[in-house]
């Protein structure tokens, strides 16, 4: 018998916003070679977020930022990263010194069938496949923790949450899969502060401001000084401070109905249905409205616009199997390392 | 209207559009200038020492004003060069900076300067890769360092701006990298020698669509020329891996 295609909620919104970016990734395996650096940033912290609720010990998991950023000293980059999710991790832990919720598991992966809802046969082509931050009782109920990093939290960041097709899903299977009722979700939000580091200026930069200023001056003098680089001790207190102001936290319970559920089931069966309905005609057209999505390019838009020219295929793109987002997960989870 | 036949693959030279780029001084200008019946746009001094068709561009309407000329077809030109796109980039944004009377292209605020900009000199170059003449773009060489999944990497790129280098890369039929080959003789010494790179590297850019060229060519036209006449040559490295028909 044929074995089932994996499936995830990633592979399925893809599918749902643009089959031809889609097709680029699941059928062609391609993803930017250029990393997204506020991709880096999230992981970073969903890390540093997992090991702390697994250890609460905050020097272990400061420690734990240092590994992953070896290379801080001399790469600004991973310097400005450091600093920031340092900064995060520490506001968090005082933030949240003790939680009102058990952990259950952390990173639990989940895989699970797909159900036709008219008969209730599961799907002979694909099963379906995730990993979530966290699973916690609170108050006799579970729920699903989710860790999001975001730059703001306003009222139509959290309106959207009530939509988010990705945690119906997982709770839905998660239920499945582990026979624990979920009642919601706890959406655990972190702000991304958008402080920078003082860079100081050059004496060329000072001497320009210098004479502006004293072309501005009616005294024809100025005390102007030459800018100093902010030091990382001053930053890090700059930053501390900022993630001493409990708004940059944020928990958002939110209770699922067993309607969306049934919502849910019937949406994916479609999707199912709809994938293999393109396959079999080989027809996976553009979605132009999803090309600026968030106000940026798709990331497969330099193909779709080259008309997949193997130019921009060969030099812009790399080929990596699918479903990265479940690694360090489904495949070795239960199996021992010798 | 609909076609009776496939269009077969190009062969001839004056239909392809070829992106080359390497160091300043490399020899790029002097291989283009042996391309059949060459005109060049030329966007920077620097052909000095070359004996060709040239017309000198210092603004954008020069550069359109060209393009209609040639596009009008009373010559006997079968390549146009630009020499360097890099600066028809440039010039593309002055004009429509000065069009919109900004001093550069943030001024106009949500990214729209960079759109127009790109929006311009991608309707431009795809109206010339539409004539029946060959169009060879030149560049320089800029080291990039890129972060990529497992790390940062240093790659030379065109100078181009990201969006506009994208663009290019999409459009062209050949990326020509030049760059310096060193071999070890046998008897310890090494020699350089200046060749074309036209397979994608990580660290350098660099493709053929045509298939038609080996790895490595001598940076010199007749050996590009007996590569590119010698169809069906085994390419130096293994074919690209197979992209499902969209």
Sequence with gaps: ???????????????????????????????????????????????????????????????????????????????????????MLQGYAARYPQEDFTILALEKTFQGKIINPSTGAASRSFTLAGKVDGLVRLGGEFFLLEHKTASVIDSSYLEKLWTDFQIILYSYYLEQSLDLPIAGVIYNILVKARLQQGPGE???????????????????????????????????????????????????TIYLSRDQFTTLRTELWELTQAYLDARRRGVWYQNTSYCFHYGRPCPYFAICRSGGSSNVIENLYERRAPHEELQDGLATENVPIF | ML???????????????????????FGKSTWCAQAENALFLATEAGLNNLEVFQIPITNWEEMLVACKEIAEGNHSFKTIVIDTIDNAFRMCAEHLCQKFKIEHESDLGYGKGYALINNEFQRVLNKLTLLPYGLFLVSHSQEREIETRTGKLTRIVPTLPDKARKTVLGMVDMILFCDLEVKV????????????????????????????????????YQSFLKAWNTPGKPSNTAPAASITNL
């Excluded at chain 1, 030091?231 to 001493?244: I, S």
């Excluded at chain 2, 310890?188 to 060519?217: C, F």
């Design chain 1, 1 to 87: 018998m044929k074995e089932r295609m994996i499936s995830t909620y990633s592979m399925w919104n893809l599918f749902r916003n643009c089959r031809k970016a889609f097709a680029w990734r699941y059928l062609n395996q391609l993803v930017p070679l250029e990393h997204d650096r506020n991709l880096t940033l999230g992981s970073l912290i969903h890390k540093g977020l997992e090991h702390w609720h697994r250890t609460r010990e905050l020097g272990a998991t400061l420690e734990l930022l240092d590994r992953a950023l070896i290379h801080r000293t001399h790469d600004p980059d991973q310097h400005r990263d450091w600093q920031l999710a340092r900064a």
């Design chain 1, 202 to 252: 050059t004496e060329a930069e000072f001497e320009a401001r210098r004479v502006e200023l004293l072309a501005k001056s009616k005294t024809g003098i100025t005390t102007a000084k030459r800018k100093v680089a902010e030091t990382n001790e001053a930053f890090q207190e700059r930053l501390a401070a900022k993630y001493a102001d409990p708004s940059m936290f944020h928990r958002e």
């Design chain 2, 3 to 25: 076609p009776i036949k496939k269009t077969p693959p190009k062969t001839n030279l004056s239909d392809l559009t070829v992106l080359i780029y390497g160091q300043s001084k």
């Design chain 2, 185 to 220: 003789g046998n008897d310890g010494k090494s020699t350089t020698r200046r060749v074309i790179r036209t397979k994608p590297n990580p660290h350098y850019e660099a493709g053929d669509r045509t298939g038609r060229l080996p790895e490595t060519i001598e940076l010199h």
